[in-house]
């Protein structure tokens, strides 16, 4: 992949992803998948196919952080809060963040933005290919891992 010398490539990927962004159809997805709170917080499987359809609208899921689904049952079953803070959800729960954990960040990890405009097609393919990895193969190995674990979906800023 190409790294052109000119300082504000990533500033100018990042404006092409919120112009994508800013179409309605994006609200559409996010809307549909319940995706409700500010923060975008899903369940993984939700997570997946959200990012899967944010993808065929060429939008890029470039983070993701944790939190914990805080209902009577899981506290139960899973030792609920694993966080602090966070929103009423109206499934008699709320959202509870955790902050302690690390999210998943895909520029942190190697996806490189600053690319040439005829390669933003596939960094967009690859990164959310790699989200979609992460919260199926690897985050139910890791070792915070609970059921009650939401993801929060997050775009390049």
Known sequence: MSQPDDANTRAKFIAYHQARLSRQEAAKVL????????????????????????????????????????TGENARLYGCPHGGGGYNHGRGGYYS?????????LEDRGLN????????????????????????????????FSPCLHVALEFPV
């Open 31 to 70: 809307e549909r998948f319940g995706a409700e709170t500010p923060d975008r917080i899903l369940d993984r499987e939700s997570a997946v196919l959200c990012i899967q359809e944010l993808a065929a609208l060429g939008l890029l899921i470039s983070a993701c952080n944790f939190w914990c689904n805080c």
């Open 97 to 105: 963040e955790c902050y302690h954990l690390d999210g998943y960040d």
């Open 113 to 144: 933005f600053r690319v040439d405009p005829s390669e933003y097609a596939g960094v967009i393919g690859r990164g959310n290919a790699q989200m979609i990895h992460y919260l199926t193969r690897q985050l139910p190995g890791e070792p915070f």
